[in-house]
């Protein structure tokens, strides 16, 4: 080989070194050759994590090998040109989920929370013409039209056995399966012990303190506690300890003032606003029930209040008659107004976020982020109220005649699915930990829909 050639070949290798080096670095960079414009472009890609873990995935209507599995509980479809991408999940017994995808240079579009609707239901309860219930940790009680009350046979759904607990309505319950408080068709009061298949006459302690059933304005079993019952009446607040069977007066409302319906009920306080006639204003009081003490009165707001709930252990949410929404901090008694034209809210669980229901539309506002949404849903006006889903990046919406799936990122509302028909009047139930939907179809059955995990 002459030296000549030995020169042209090192060169030739130098040459090629630089050019595969510089097209490794491009491509590393994202760059590629689009083959329909024969341009270099940046590429990104689409992460998508579905609802049941292994559904079939197209992309325009292509199909993409779904890759979760134990290491990975999603897909990225990577070098993917830039712009907007059809992607589809669907899997049996699910109805089918469809979403716009923009993929920008660089970037990776995320869909995480890609949750398919369960198509099929299971049946709850043996009892038919269902008028009510409520669940807790896959156990039920039923209420029928002719008034019967019935703890469902837990185990194998559907139940095929019942116990009756009594006649009457269900006016209260606990968050867990401990007490329910049935008013009966006479209008007398008892709480009823599941567990222990026990009851207690509330209307005998209404007497002993001189109080009448109809004085009742609302009762409320303590979520925190199963054995303690809240009694309200215009003028008192009672506390009824179902283990002793005694009923004590904690609070009485001064001449001229009358206690507002809304009690906002944590593990450490008790909430509730005492409305002044003369001076037309609402106060705000907050209570401690372990030291008996008043811990902060000094809010008044003008008119009544609507709605109290928590959203955080020291954060109260405030719903006024004029639909105006507040936040308020109680250790530095700072209001801060969220939004107008409010109906009623719902902060998720951890106080992270809450969701306002308004005439026109939804309004979800983050705490700890800058997320913000709006949805001008259809037939808004007629939304009876919203449920969190448990990735708190979904919410159920009752209507009428139906509820509705809500997906958070989903602006266009191409998901916004139909879970089932409901019966006029009633309230679904959504357990987070059994990730399943309770609902009275409008063949009146206790109907219930596993979502997927």
């Given at each position: 080989?002459?030296?000549?050639?030995?020169?042209?070949?090192?060169?030739?290798?130098?040459?090629?070194?630089?050019?595969?080096?510089?097209?490794?670095?491009?491509?590393?960079?994202?760059?590629?050759?689009?083959?329909?414009?024969?341009?270099?472009?940046?590429?990104?890609?689409?992460?998508?994590?579905?609802?049941?873990?292994?559904?079939?995935?197209?992309?325009?209507?292509?199909?993409?090998?779904?890759?979760?599995?134990?290491?990975?509980?999603?897909?990225?479809?990577?070098?993917?040109?830039?712009?907007?991408y059809s992607l589809a999940l669907s899997a049996p017994g699910y109805d089918a989920w469809t979403e716009?995808?923009?993929?920008?240079?660089?970037?990776?579009?995320?869909?995480?929370?890609?949750?398919?609707?369960?198509?099929?239901?299971?049946?709850?309860?043996?009892?038919?013409?269902?008028?009510?219930?409520?669940?807790?940790?896959?156990?039920?009680?039923?209420?029928?039209?002719?008034?019967?009350?019935?703890?469902?046979?837990?185990?194998?759904?559907?139940?095929?056995?019942?116990?009756?607990?009594?006649?009457?309505?269900?006016?209260?319950?606990?968050?867990?399966?401990?007490?329910?408080?049935?008013?009966?068709?006479?209008?007398?009061?008892?709480?009823?012990?599941?567990?222990?298949?026990?009851?207690?006459?509330?209307?005998?302690?209404?007497?002993?303190?001189?109080?009448?059933?109809?004085?009742?304005?609302?009762?409320?079993?303590?979520?925190?506690?199963?054995?303690?019952?809240?009694?309200?009446?215009?003028?008192?607040?009672?506390?009824?300890?179902?283990?002793?069977?005694?009923?004590?007066?904690?609070?009485?409302?001064?001449?001229?003032?009358?206690?507002?319906?809304?009690?906002?009920?944590?593990?450490?306080?008790?909430?509730?606003?005492?409305?002044?006639?003369?001076?037309?204003?609402?106060?705000?009081?907050?209570?401690?029930?372990?030291?008996?003490?008043?811990?902060?009165?000094?809010?008044?707001?003008?008119?009544?209040?609507?709605?109290?709930?928590?959203?955080?252990?020291?954060?109260?949410?405030?719903?006024?008659?004029?639909?105006?929404?507040?936040?308020?901090?109680?250790?530095?008694?700072?209001?801060?107004?969220?939004?107008?034209?409010?109906?009623?809210?719902?902060?998720?669980?951890?106080?992270?976020?809450?969701?306002?229901?308004?005439?026109?539309?939804?309004?979800?506002?983050?705490?700890?982020?800058?997320?913000?949404?709006?949805?001008?849903?259809?037939?808004?006006?007629?939304?009876?109220?919203?449920?969190?889903?448990?990735?708190?990046?979904?919410?159920?919406?009752?209507?009428?005649?139906?509820?509705?799936?809500?997906?958070?990122?989903?602006?266009?509302?191409?998901?916004?699915?139909?879970?089932?028909?409901?019966?006029?009047?009633?309230?679904?139930?959504?357990?987070?930990?059994?990730?399943?939907?309770?609902?009275?179809?409008?063949?009146?059955?206790?109907?219930?829909?596993?979502?997927?995990?």
């Open positions: 080989m002459t030296i000549r050639t030995r020169k042209a070949l090192f060169y030739g290798l130098v040459a090629l070194f630089f050019i595969v080096g510089t097209a490794v670095v491009f491509y590393a960079q994202g760059w590629r050759i689009n083959p329909a414009t024969f341009k270099t472009q940046k590429v990104g890609a689409i992460y998508v994590r579905s609802y049941p873990d292994g559904a079939t995935i197209t992309l325009d209507k292509k199909p993409v090998r779904n890759s979760s599995g134990f290491l990975s509980r999603g897909t990225l479809i990577s070098n993917l040109f830039p712009e907007n716009n995808a923009p993929v920008s240079p660089t970037l990776v579009t995320e869909m995480k929370y890609a949750v398919l609707v369960p198509a099929n239901a299971s049946s709850v309860a043996s009892a038919a013409n269902v008028t009510s219930f409520f669940e807790a940790d896959g156990n039920v009680v039923t209420q029928n039209a002719s008034g019967t009350i019935a703890r469902q046979a837990s185990g194998a759904l559907p139940s095929t056995t019942s116990t009756i607990i009594g006649h009457g309505t269900i006016v209260g319950h606990g968050s867990d399966f401990t007490t329910i408080v049935v008013r009966s068709p006479a209008g007398a009061y008892s709480a009823y012990d599941l567990p222990n298949a026990t009851s207690t006459n509330l209307s005998s302690l209404f007497t002993k303190s001189s109080v009448t059933n109809k004085a009742i304005v609302a009762i409320a079993v303590n979520p925190y506690n199963g054995n303690n019952v809240i009694v309200q009446t215009a003028l008192k607040l009672f506390s009824v300890d179902l283990r002793t069977g005694t009923m004590t007066a904690f609070r009485t409302a001064a001449d001229g003032q009358t206690i507002e319906s809304p009690l906002a009920i944590s593990s450490s306080w008790l909430a509730w606003a005492q409305y002044h006639n003369a001076a037309g204003t609402s106060q705000v009081v907050v209570y401690d029930p372990f030291s008996d003490n008043v811990v902060d009165a000094s809010l008044s707001l003008p008119g009544h209040i609507r709605g109290l709930q928590w959203i955080r252990s020291t954060e109260l949410g405030i719903l006024q008659e004029d639909g105006e929404l507040f936040r308020y901090d109680i250790p530095s008694e700072t209001l801060t107004k969220i939004a107008d034209d409010v109906k009623y809210f719902y902060p998720t669980s951890d106080g992270a976020a809450l969701a306002a229901q308004e005439s026109r539309s939804i309004e979800v506002f983050s705490f700890t982020t800058s997320d913000y949404y709006r949805f001008n849903l259809p037939d808004m006006a007629s939304v009876r109220s919203l449920t969190w889903y448990k990735d708190e990046s979904h919410l159920f919406v009752t209507y009428p005649d139906h509820v509705g799936f809500l997906d958070l990122a989903d602006l266009s509302l191409r998901n916004f699915t139909t879970v089932s028909a409901v019966s006029d009047g009633t309230a679904p139930t959504y357990d987070t930990q059994e990730n399943a939907l309770y609902l009275i179809d409008q063949g009146r059955k206790l109907l219930r829909f596993d979502f997927p995990n």
